[in-house]
């Protein structure tokens, strides 16, 4: 398959190209193909993270067309958006398709759906994004947008720095979901157990450190992610709110992710989540979850938002 980039760019350069010549781009001489042609397919087996690629193949049509772009910024500008999530939502997709518990997640879980991949609307509200793609996840508020649940969460449970481990788990036991157990750092035996048995893990980690797979320069901000799944090379896919993205790490990354939240920000480690099916009360569940979230501290978890195409997060 191959993966149109900024189609809706291309009703734009024509009008770039009237440029005067000090600014017009050399026609070429013969047909040229449309720059994602060469883009590489998020299909291939073996092949790259797909957002890595999909990402590359935008900064390789940015080069390339560098004069175009400048000519024509306002309206790249306006249509940014628009490209961006097509993206980001082509990329979420095939990524989806690569969870190989997926069924064992529905099944033994209970869960409505896969886990959807929400964009944190603030810059310190990703805790409650997490619990809001959890939520999404067990079929609940289904009438309520994204944003709203998010807004709603955050403003009853959380702070304007961010959401600790404690209040994450009372907005999970708010919307019906147990944290079974927390840990200060990956236990790898009990997160693959728990994929495979249906739950799901929300980690708190280092920004940066996660969305660069463990090669950032610099700390990032405490951060809360969703750990829905795992591929055949025994990665889990995170769905990080920081920029609405999935991604698949591996083990040791996942772990210094972690170890450098807790070196950084005196909070990290992952809480292993359940879909509550039994009628338990909601203090019940919040007394409960609450006595497994000590071990990974107090500090709030809050991220920053990212409106750029990638894994970027400061």
Known sequence: MSVKLFSKVGAALPRALELPSESRVQAPTSPTPSPAASTPSPAIPGSADVFEQVSKAQQQWEAKFADVVQAIAPELEELAPLETKSLKDLANSVNETRNVVADDQLE???WGSSTPVLQQTE????GAATVAMLTKAKGGKEAVSDAQLMDELDSRFATKEGTTPKQLSDMLAHEGMAVKRGDSKLDKGALDGALKNGGKAVAMVDSNEISTKGNAKEAGKAHWVV??????KGRYMV??????????VKPEEL???MDSGRSQHQAGGMLIVENAQDTAPES????ESGKNVEALGTTPGGGSKSSRFGRESS
């Open 284 to 287: 019940v569940l919040a007394q």
């Open 227 to 232: 750990i829905d799944g795992m591929d055949d």
């Open 108 to 110: 033994k879980g209970k």
């Open 123 to 126: 810059d310190a509200n990703c």
């Open 239 to 248: 769905k990080d709110p920081g920029n609405g993205s999935s991604y698949f």
């Open 255 to 257: 772990n210094k992710a």
